[in-house]
């Protein structure tokens, strides 16, 4: 029988492992749970207040927000991946983080009721309806707190990933090519045929189609003008009112194209497009 003993690499890849981001992650979310769970139990009851007399460490209450507090963390660490992988990843908006809290906020809700009432029976005491509203609002309103602590710091290195590092594989032909948002002014179509234009004034054609590519980009940074073109917002050089309600859309890419020179929204779009550039 052959024993394999451990080796400096297997005890660094061991480390490696146990410092891994997910690992740090769920270490700082285990100090915010505890820091939280200490401040809401020593505020929550005047013996627990640390200048009396009759301060006494709250011990069972502390123990029970933390095991709470860790319920809450599970909930939303779920529901954070979903909404990470189905929005936050192609946008970070005002709506959509509303919808990720209050649907957070939904699943806390679902646990804590049965959950209370569970314990309530197994203690042998009465769930009373309006202890229970005061309880779950409170628990509602702590954990609002609780998530907005936890995922600010997440949330916001997201919104600066879709901005600035999002990147995009053109695919042509047989060929690939990854660009950064930044590198792009626009892409187009001439002749049935998508063309990306980068900001040295070159152009890449494409396999994708422009509603294929409005599909996969940050819509935060570009824009569907018309059918014809996609624009990206730093590409913007001036904005020209015109007939009808009209706008006129002047990019700083110095091509020869009609379909860039002339970019026109239509008065239907006029209101989304200033919503977006501004």
């Not at 804590?112 to 203690?123: E, H, S, T």
């Not at 009465?126 to 509203?133: A, I, R, V």
């Not at 954990?143 to 997440?154: E, K, Q, T, W």
Request: positive net charge; aromatic residues 14%.
């Amino acid at each position: 029988m052959n024993i394999v003993h451990p080796t400096k690499n297997t005890v660094k890849t061991i480390w490696y492992s146990f410092n891994s981001s997910s690992a740090r992650r769920w270490f700082q979310k285990a100090i915010v749970f505890t820091i939280f769970s200490l401040v809401v139990n020593h505020l929550a009851n005047r013996d627990s207040f640390p200048d009396t007399e009759s301060y006494r460490f709250p011990i069972e209450g502390f123990l029970s927000s933390i095991a709470l507090c860790f319920l809450i963390g599970i909930i939303a660490d779920f529901n954070f991946k979903f909404y990470k992988r189905k929005h936050f990843s192609k946008k970070v908006e005002i709506a959509t983080i509303i919808w990720f809290m209050a649907s957070t906020l939904g699943y806390i809700t679902i646990m804590y009721i049965p959950l209370n009432i569970i314990i309530n029976i197994v203690a042998g005491a009465e769930t009373e309806f309006y202890y229970l509203l005061i309880g779950l609002l409170l628990t509602l309103l702590l954990s609002f707190i609780l998530v907005g602590l936890l995922y600010a710091r997440d949330l916001y290195s997201l919104y600066k990933l879709s901005i600035k590092d999002a990147e995009i594989t053109i695919e042509s032909g047989a060929k690939m090519t990854k660009l950064i948002y930044e590198d792009i002014v626009c892409f187009y179509i001439e002749n049935k045929i998508v063309y990306t234009v980068k900001n040295d004034g070159t152009s890449i054609n494409t396999d994708f189609t422009l509603n294929e590519l409005e599909e996969k980009i940050n819509d935060q940074l570009f824009f569907r003008a018309n059918r014809k073109i996609i624009i990206h917002k730093d590409a913007v050089d001036q904005i020209e009112k015109i007939e009808n309600g009209k706008l006129r859309i002047r990019l700083n890419a110095s091509i020869g194209n009609d379909v860039i020179s002339q970019i026109n929204i239509s008065r239907y779009k006029r209101k989304a497009f200033m919503d977006w550039f501004q």
